[in-house]
Every structure is written in C-alpha cells, then in structure tokens.
C-alpha cells in the first residue's frame, strides 16, 4: 500500500501529528520553520500558525488548549490566542540540546524527550498533572516515537541513532517503567525509527527516517505490513477521521540536496492512507 500526498505543504520538518477529536482536525508541527500547521479533512481547510520557536511535539489539554515541547522546553499553547504559558526548561543552557518527540499517556501524564545530534547525554521525561518533572530514562540518544498498548502494560519507545524500539512494562497507575528490553532492531540500511503509534488491535507503527516508509509490528516485534511513501524521510504518524481509521503520515525536506529533492518532488507534505484498521482516541493531559 503506497500513501498519497493529502497536503502539499513542504515542511522542512513535519512532526508530531495529532488528531483532535472534538475539532476533528490534524494538527502537526514544522519544527525547522517554526509553525504549526492545522488540517480540516471534510472542508480541506489548512491553517498556519507561525508560532516563533520550534515545537517538536503536542499534546491535547481540553478545547483549544494544547501541552508542548519544543526549543524552549515545556509550554501550555492557547491555540485561539496563539499564547505560550511557559511550564518548565530542564536542559536550558545546555549546548545543541531542544525537546523532540512527546506524548501523553491515557492517565494524563506528558512524556517528552530531549535530544541533540552528536553524544548519549538526552533524556525522556514525565510531567505530571501536578506539573512536577521527572526523568524516566537517561543517556538517549535522541528521544523519539513514544506509545502504550491498548491494555497499559507495555510503554514503546524509540532512540533513533541506537536504530532500536524499545519495551519497557508500565505501571499506568503510578506511571513507572521497568524491564527495559529491545523490541525491534532496526538495520542501517532500513531508515532510523522516528515518530510512532500504536493502533486498537495493539500493533505499533512505526516511521522509518531515510527508509521511505511506515512499519506495522505486532505485540511479538514482528514485521506486519508496510506502507511505502514517495519520500526518504517520513518522521511520524498518526491516527485520524472521524472513525480513526485514516493514518496521516509527516515528512520533511530536512537535509535533501537538490538534486534528491527534484527525485521527489513530495518531500515534506503530509500523506495519508486507510490501512484497514483503527487507531486509539489521544488523551488529554490531566494539568
């Protein structure tokens, strides 16, 4: 099955989809050109904020509120007003480092992580409802995908340049990873894990940076089905539609020559295609 361009919108960095439920629109960051981007699928409406920092990841809050990671750390984004409430900065100062990848589990926790492009010095963190910041996983390389199974046990987890998806089991209640163990390792030539998901049958899919493709893998870390995409650098994907059943797939320009970009014309657009399964509602951040 191959994804086809739903916005021809070339980000330079698309990430972080997510599906709002009661607008029942996409939103999705350009991190590199600092905005956030806004898709109604049933009018085609398109929508950008240029928001002034790089935001490499957001979460649902409740109306038009929304929780952020980005360039700045950690920030509460008023979307009517275009408003940043700054929360917290823990790697402030810290040379080459920003916020990348993050999402919120289905207790109402904020998990995000940091990344820079040269050592093991990055960090996974938790936010709770009670805006306290905790480190859950240390000497990251840089911190990706992040999803849990449908029945809470299991906390997946990508650190990109270890080209490797992890399990950890997780304790929804008290929001505790343990048993960390390798779930799938990726080769060198089959693109780095990036942005993840999980879908309502438990499966993980996976975008695979510099692979031209989305992964499907079961519960047991086994290849399923695979969506191509006429780009090198799809960077995450996401669950939408009204049923939940559409996969929007972000992609970038980041880092092409010339000459790749003239072989594919599509880079940084979003995609979409209906993989015959359904994805789980994103919860709300609890704060």
Same mark, same amino acid.
């Given at each position: 099955m191959q994804a086809k361009t739903i916005i021809d919108c070339h980000n330079e960095l698309g990430e972080g989809p997510i599906w709002h439920p009661l607008e029942n629109r996409l939103y999705w960051a350009d991190i590199l050109e600092k905005k956030i981007q806004r898709y109604d699928p049933v009018s085609n409406d398109y929508q950008v904020f240029s928001v002034g920092q790089m935001i490499t990841a957001i979460?649902?809050?409740? &109306? *038009? +509120? #929304?929780?952020?990671?980005?360039?700045?750390? %950690?920030? #509460?984004?008023?979307?009517?007003?275009? %408003? #940043?409430?700054?929360?917290? =900065?823990p790697e402030k100062g810290k040379p080459n480092a920003? #916020? +990348?990848?993050?999402?919120?589990? $289905? =207790? &109402? $926790?904020?998990?995000?992580?940091? !990344?820079?492009?040269?050592? %093991? *010095? *990055?960090?996974?963190?938790?936010? =709770?409802? =009670?805006?306290?910041?905790?480190? !859950?996983?240390?000497n990251v390389t840089i911190s990706n995908g992040i999803g849990w199974s449908p029945d809470d046990r299991i906390m997946y987890y990508n650190d990109t340049r270890r080209h490797t998806m992890y399990a950890y089991d997780f304790a929804h209640e008290s929001g505790e990873i343990s048993n960390k163990r390798e779930f799938v390792r990726f080769g060198e030539n089959a693109g780095s894990p990036d942005g993840l998901t999980v879908d309502a049958e438990g499966f993980i899919w996976c975008a695979l940076w510099g692979g031209w493709r989305v992964k499907r893998y079961s519960p047991e870390g086994k290849c399923v089905q695979t969506i191509e995409v006429p780009v090198a650098q799809p960077s995450s994907c996401a669950f939408g539609g009204e049923n939940l059943d559409i996969l929007y797939i972000t992609s970038a320009r980041e880092g092409l020559s010339e000459e790749k970009l003239a072989d594919q014309p599509e880079a940084g657009n979003l995609f979409a295609c209906q993989p015959g399964v359904q994805g789980l509602p994103e919860p709300k951040f609890a704060g």
């Open positions: 979460g649902l809050r409740g &109306g *038009s +509120n #929304f929780i952020t990671a980005g360039e700045h750390g %950690i920030a #509460f984004w008023d979307a009517d007003r275009d %408003i #940043f409430h700054p929360i917290c =900065d920003r #916020f +990348n990848d993050g999402k919120v589990d $289905r =207790d &109402g $926790r904020f998990w995000a992580g940091t !990344m820079t492009k040269v050592d %093991i *010095s *990055s960090t996974l963190y938790r936010l =709770d409802k =009670d805006l306290v910041l905790t480190p !859950m996983i240390r």
